[in-house]
């Protein structure tokens, strides 16, 4: 248990250049508090103990302003920035080394039964408001961008924005880089840029040709 939290401990300083001291990081980081009580949580629920690990789920959303379900499973080193909001299902997987934003949610797409929620793998960045829906597989080192939502599986080494969630780059072979929040390409955006751009030359093209006729005798 020491060495859990000690772990989660490393990971926010890695991840929060705000965080300035391991007393301040227990006090202070609601984020910490709901994957340590999610860990005890998760521990109960997979020995078959009724209503106490979902108590102690609804206890830490109370106190935190986070839902994580006591079925879903978390890797190592797993870090919520802020959290207020976040939910995470029953049936949802995490990796290791994941990032999660405020906002987040990893949810269903209805009443279905069985594997419904989301399986993120290693090194996957969730950004502010994000909602990654239904029983679908995003690969490592995988960037959504804030607002999005994902119905899709997304494959390794890939940046995903947009509603519905769109693919706009892959950095196969790549080195990782931050998700920048600023600096994401808007495909609804450049979709409408096109089709004005188009526009503009058919007009160009019809005015051409009205011209050429007005000019034969």
Same mark, same amino acid.
């Given at each position: 248990?020491?060495? &859990?939290?000690?772990?989660?401990?490393?990971?926010?300083?890695?991840?929060?250049?705000?965080?300035?001291?391991?007393?301040?990081?227990?006090?202070?980081?609601? %984020?910490?508090?709901?994957?340590?009580?999610? !860990?005890?949580? *998760?521990?109960?629920?997979?020995? %078959?103990?009724?209503?106490?690990?979902?108590?102690?789920?609804?206890?830490? !959303?109370?106190?935190?302003?986070?839902?994580? *379900?006591?079925?879903?499973?978390?890797? !190592?080193?797993?870090?919520?920035? *802020?959290?207020?909001?976040?939910?995470?299902?029953?049936?949802?997987?995490?990796?290791?080394?994941?990032?999660?934003?405020?906002?987040?949610?990893?949810?269903? &797409?209805?009443?279905?039964?069985?594997?419904?929620?989301?399986?993120?793998?290693?090194?996957?960045?969730?950004? &502010?408001?994000?909602?990654?829906?239904?029983?679908?597989?995003?690969?490592?080192?995988?960037?959504?961008?804030?607002?999005?939502?994902?119905?899709?599986?997304?494959?390794? *080494?890939?940046?995903?924005?947009?509603?519905?969630?769109?693919?706009?780059?892959?950095?196969?072979?790549?080195?990782?880089?931050?998700?920048?929040?600023?600096?994401?390409?808007?495909?609804? %955006?450049?979709?409408?840029?096109?089709?004005?751009?188009?526009?503009?030359?058919?007009?160009?093209?019809?005015?051409?040709?009205?011209?050429?006729?007005?000019?034969?005798?």
């Amino acid at each position: 248990m020491f060495k &859990t939290i000690r772990e989660q401990i490393d990971t926010i300083f890695r991840e929060d250049p705000a965080a300035k001291s391991v007393l301040e990081i227990f006090l202070c980081y609601p %984020g910490f508090h709901a994957i340590l009580l999610h !860990r005890l949580a *998760h521990k109960f629920y997979k020995m %078959g103990i009724p209503i106490l690990p979902r108590t102690i789920s609804q206890t830490s !959303r109370f106190l935190t302003g986070i839902e994580i *379900h006591p079925g879903a499973t978390i890797g !190592r080193r797993f870090f919520i920035d *802020h959290g207020m909001g976040v939910v995470i299902g029953e049936t949802a997987e995490i990796g290791d080394d994941c990032l999660l934003y405020q906002g987040v949610t990893l949810g269903g &797409t209805g009443k279905e039964r069985g594997k419904r929620h989301p399986t993120l793998g290693n090194h996957v960045v969730v950004g &502010t408001g994000a909602k990654v829906l239904g029983s679908i597989k995003v690969g490592d080192h995988v960037r959504i961008g804030a607002g999005s939502v994902v119905l899709k599986p997304v494959p390794d *080494h890939s940046t995903v924005v947009g509603i519905p969630g769109k693919i706009v780059r892959s950095r196969a072979g790549e080195e990782d880089e931050p998700l920048e929040h600023g600096k994401l390409p808007d495909p609804q %955006g450049q979709a409408v840029d096109d089709l004005a751009r188009r526009v503009e030359e058919l007009e160009n093209l019809v005015r051409g040709l009205a011209g050429n006729s007005e000019k034969q005798p």
